[in-house]
């Protein structure tokens, strides 16, 4: 079953006469959002009979045009557990949804007889209670004004998924500020009623599976108050701001997590949508937030400067380059290979409790005497998940197992090999140390610490740690989209007809699976010819869909070197000549606002100047920061005389622990690039390098590959 296509958030009223004409707070408000839309749209209703023919004409609309949609009220859709059973002779809340049906009477003025229902209701029940508060008029013995004039009812004050919402009123409170008791006392018959309606169409979550074209939630937006605050406009009512963000934020989570979160709750009580994830839901409802876009003169070069050193180089794109991508929520599960956008803070400390560490027998160290030990064993034992409910008495030991929480009256553990065990006793020798074998709760991680750092490439490790500390969702940068286009008249798609003079364009799938492996999302803009006008037309669609553009060819001052030529055109490029081989011109720009790296054509240069120059500076537009690559001195199996004033990269491999370096330096060689497994780096200087020399060799892994 796919995600939903619309979501419904309901704001319920349990008015007893028509909200006034004019748009007012404390009404009916349906807020409704499509996937992937920004608009949601709102509606004001004076009465729940008018609500109700809204839903069912919007419903329909819906299941006609084959779209399912998730609605949201918000009231509660069960009560603390035993009530229902009482009422209806069973556990099953629709059950209780049915009964309130046939008992309330709601007219289409919405007058009705809620205060006589919850008076008959109290009167299944000893004492005084459940429900309490009316006007002074419907007071009576059985449904007092005051909560505190209850008892002896004997059902809890709070469902479950209230206990961590202090904010979340009791469904028990029918009258004044906040109360919730009769917007569920008017809102269930009408749930009720959607069910017949609709049937086998139609689930309840969480009592049922939501995998039907319609799925009813309970859901509380004051669950993201701050974000609806923060959203909300300056005239605009606050019910309206709380349906309008909370569908939003529905229609923007991802489809599975919806699904998941759908699933979690108690059968009988029912479960506010989304508890206990409301980071998700704030990070969804916000809108998406891209970064202002690169300042144009971001490539400017220095005035009078001829060659450019390396180091000079990408000390500039270290500095004048930021992140260019957004921020998303993904699932744990999901998020290897992405950058982290945020610090993640341990909910949770690992481990979570003192535990043992080994398998064996624990006691408290204070409580034993000097030399040799025979201690009593205690009966049980404690296992990982499956804790001592006990308490262990002093100068007793009880049997432990690796990862069991520590028993109360347990400090220290002895390991199995070193303990003779009979008749329920214990018995090891002098000498162990107070807490040996054990595991501190939070030894790890503290709940609190920060468990990884903002810029992280997430590895599997990461998501071991992520998960460890209670953490299922990870803010990620959105990927960085990089648009690849090669350009000259004489480049010939591979597997097609190429005619002489006409060369295969490799620079194109190499370039496209070098920015895959480095987390990078590419999108092919095929090759371009040696034409001003086309390249113009592909450089505005390349730059309408992505972050960044990189071009290989034509990137020199010569004649048919368009992409410098259009760059400097829009006014917004440079020619950076780099003091390095191979390489030389780049040419650097933006278009539209998209930096544009245009590289050399050869297919060697081409390689060395997106490693040495592109990857760290789209890591720092990915959001992942700037990252030298690590490098290695190693001897070399060489010999080489270089002159000074350029800064050389030879195609190298390392075998039996020396740098070995291809047989040809020729730039349009490519054997030579897939014979290599990482580069030589000789310094800007002249050198002479001879066999056994140290040598910095960088691996191909070190740039992400
Ligand atoms: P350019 O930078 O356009 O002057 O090209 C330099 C050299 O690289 C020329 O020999 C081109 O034919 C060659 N070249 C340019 N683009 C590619 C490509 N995509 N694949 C293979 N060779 C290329
Ligand atoms: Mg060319």
């Known amino acids: 079953m796919t995600g939903f296509d619309s979501f419904i958030v309901v704001d319920w009223s349990a008015r007893s006469a028509p909200s006034p004409v004019r748009e007012s707070p404390d009404s009916i408000w349906i807020g409704m ?35 399912r949609t998730l609605v949201g009220f918000d009231f509660p859709f069960g009560y603390p557990k035993g009530f229902a059973e009482v009422v209806t002779g069973t556990k099953d809340p629709l059950a209780l949804w049915a009964d309130l049906a046939e008992r309330i009477e709601d007219a289409p003025d919405n007058s009705n007889n809620r ?49 961590a919402l202090p904010r979340a009123q009791p469904c028990w409170k029918l009258y004044t500020t906040g109360s919730v008791g009769s917007q569920a006392l008017l809102g269930l018959p009408r749930l009720h009623a959607l069910r017949e309606r609709y049937g086998a169409q139609l689930a309840v979550a969480p009592f049922q599976a939501p995998d039907r074209p319609i799925v009813l939630a309970e859901v509380f937006p004051s669950l993201i108050a701050d974000v609806i605050d923060q959203l909300q406009s300056d005239d605009e009512i606050k019910d309206r701001a709380q349906v309008r963000v909370l569908a939003r934020a529905l229609s923007r989570l991802d489809p599975g997590h919806l699904n998941r979160l759908l699933r979690e709750g108690d059968a009988e009580e029912g479960w506010i949508l989304g508890l206990g994830h409301e980071d998700q839901l704030r990070a969804a409802a916000l809108p998406a937030l891209r970064p202002p876009p690169l300042r144009n003169d971001c490539f400017a070069l220095p005035a009078g400067v001829d060659w450019t050193p390396v180091d000079d180089a990408l000390a500039m794109l270290r500095e004048r380059l930021r992140p260019v991508v ?81 028993p109360a009256g347990v400090d220290t553990v002895v ?166 081989k191979p390489g030389r011109p780049l ?63 030879l195609r190298a491999r390392v075998r039996e622990g020396r740098a070995e370096v291809f047989k040809s330096e020729g730039s349009g060689r490519i054997s030579g690039l897939s014979w290599a497994e990482g580069l030589v780096e000789l310094p800007d200087g002249a050198a002479t390098i001879q066999p056994g020399d140290p040598v910095r060799y960088i691996p191909f892994g070190s740039f992400g590959l």
């Open 33 to 67: 959002a499509r996937r992937g839309e920004e608009e949601v749209d709102c509606s004001y209703l004076r009465t729940r009979a008018a609500a109700m023919a809204f839903l069912t004409e919007r419903l329909d609309a819906e299941l006609a045009a084959n779209r």
């Open 115 to 163: 205060f006589a229902v919850a008076t008959a209701l109290n009167q299944l029940f000893p004492g005084v209670g459940p429900f309490w508060g009316c006007p002074l008029a419907a007071a009576n013995a059985d449904l007092p004004e005051k909560g505190t004039a209850r008892k002896d009812h004997g059902l809890p004050e709070r469902r479950q998924t209230e206990q």
């Open 326 to 406: 957004g921020v998303e929520s993904v699932p744990l599960m999901q998020a290897a290979g992405r950058i982290l956008a945020a610090d993640v803070v341990a909910r949770r400390s690992n481990p979570p409790l003192p535990n043992t560490a080994v398998d064996g027998y624990g006691f408290a160290a204070a409580t034993l005497g000097p030399g040799d030990q025979v201690l009593p064993l205690v009966d049980g034992r404690a296992a990982a998940g499956v804790p001592f409910a006990g308490e262990v008495p002093a100068a007793h030991a009880i049997r432990v197992l690796t990862g069991a929480a520590l």
């Open 415 to 580: 390991l199995d090999e070193d303990c003779t065990v009979a008749h329920g006793q214990v018995a090891f020798r002098a000498g162990f140390k107070s807490g040996a074998n054990t595991r501190r709760a939070g030894e790890d991680v503290a709940t609190g610490d920060i468990a990884l750092r903002k810029g992280r490439v997430l590895t599997p490790a990461d998501l071991a740690l992520a998960a460890a500390v209670g953490v299922s969702e990870l803010p990620v940068q959105e990927p960085l989209r990089v648009a690849v286009l090669s350009t000259g008249d004489e480049l010939r798609a591979p597997g097609s007809d190429a005619r002489a003079g006409q060369i295969f364009d490799a620079n194109r799938p190499m370039l496209l699976s070098l920015l895959a492996r480095m987390g990078h999302v590419p999108c092919d803009m095929g090759i371009v010819s040696d034409d001003r006008a086309t390249l113009r037309q592909v450089l505005a669609d390349a730059a309408a869909q992505a972050d960044v553009i990189i071009t290989s060819g034509g990137a020199s001052a010569g004649d048919e070197d368009h992409v410098s030529a259009l760059l400097r055109e829009a006014g917004a490029m440079q020619e950076w000549r780099i003091a390095l």
């Open 587 to 649: 040419a650097l720009g933006l278009w539209d606002g998209v930096p544009v790296f245009g590289l050399p054509g050869n297919p060697v240069a081409a390689l060395v100047c997106t490693l040495i120059f592109a990857a760290p500076a789209m890591s720092v537009l990915a959001g992942a920061g700037w990252r030298d690559p690590q490098g290695f001195t190693v001897p070399a199996a060489f010999e080489k005389r270089k002159k000074p004033g350029r800064r050389e990269y």
